[in-house]
Nanobody, 117 residues
Framework: QVQLVESGGGLAQPGGSLRLSCAAS????????MNWARQAPGKGLVWVAS????????RYADSVKGRFTISRDNDKNIMYLQMNSLKPEDSAVYFC??????????RGQGTQVTVSS
């Protein structure tokens, strides 16, 4: 079955960087688009970015455009989210999921990102 495992979260200072990873198994990773979404405490889930199966086409939420970069390595079955110029409002649990849009069924357990001085 689909298994997605996020890692790389942690504490960062405002203006700092983190790189999240999403290791995929149980399906042919290179055949599917993937996405990142996040959920801040007490708030709803928000889509962050998507990447097409070939890695060429990407889309970003306006709130992260120019600061975050989504990428993937189809040889290693891993997707990444490079997060630069982090802001406190980026603090959330970040989820990766299979597909162009968020999937509650095919998602990982999440990784916590906290941006604070």
């Amino acid at each position: 079955q689909v298994q997605l495992v996020e890692s790389g979260g942690g504490l960062a200072q405002p203006g700092g960087s983190l790189r999240l990873s999403c290791a995929a198994s149980g399906f042919t990773f290179s055949n599917y688009p993937m996405n990142w979404a996040r959920q801040a405490p007490g708030k709803g889930l928000v889509w962050v970015a998507s990447i097409r199966d070939d890695g060429i086409v990407t889309r970003y939420a306006d709130s992260v455009k120019g600061r975050f970069t989504i990428s993937r390595d189809n040889d290693k079955n891993i997707m990444y989210l490079q997060m630069n110029s982090l802001k406190p409002e980026d603090s959330a649990v970040y989820f990766c999921s299979k597909g162009w849009t968020y999937s509650v069924r095919d998602r990982g357990q999440g990784t916590q990102v906290t941006v604070s001085s």
